[in-house]
């Protein structure tokens, strides 16, 4: 199937649960936002947030609105990455379920603002 599709520099809502499925509390963190494009691998966007400590068993939510879609590479594949503690400064088990990925088409908005995307030219 073919991902949802994201409009260049549109605002979008992020909902994120970070889970802790270990025995012991865990301290609060970082969770760094990527946005790569897929065919090149180049990071187009990057944004950190800050997470609260999680008891154990339980669960953090981050609910944002105002992460802004990339405006570069158009009509290609895209890929958000969520990569919590990435700087690995919480003591885990398990070091490698710290990632998800959601990946999206980036589309040309309906009324383009010379400004608002980068369109890269055929050679």
């Not at 409009?7 to 990527?34: F, H, R, S, T």
């Not at 879609?69 to 700087?87: K, M, R, V």
Request: charged share 25%; aromatic share 8%; hydrophobic share 35%.
């Amino acid at each position: 199937t073919t991902p949802n599709p994201l409009e260049c520099g549109e605002m979008i809502y992020l909902d994120v649960g970070i889970i802790n499925d270990g025995l012991e509390d865990a301290p609060g963190g970082k969770m760094l936002v990527q946005d790569r494009h897929v065919r090149t691998g180049s990071l187009t966007a990057l944004q950190e947030f800050h997470f609260d400590p999680i008891p154990a068993g339980g669960t953090w939510r981050m609910r944002t609105y105002g992460y802004k879609a990339t405006t570069a590479y158009i009509d290609e594949l895209h890929e958000l990455q969520f990569i919590i503690d990435y700087d690995n400064q919480i003591a885990e088990n398990q070091e490698n379920d710290n990632v998800a990925l959601i990946q999206y088409v980036m589309r040309l908005p309906e009324e383009i603002n010379d400004e608002a995307c980068i369109v890269e030219e055929e050679e």
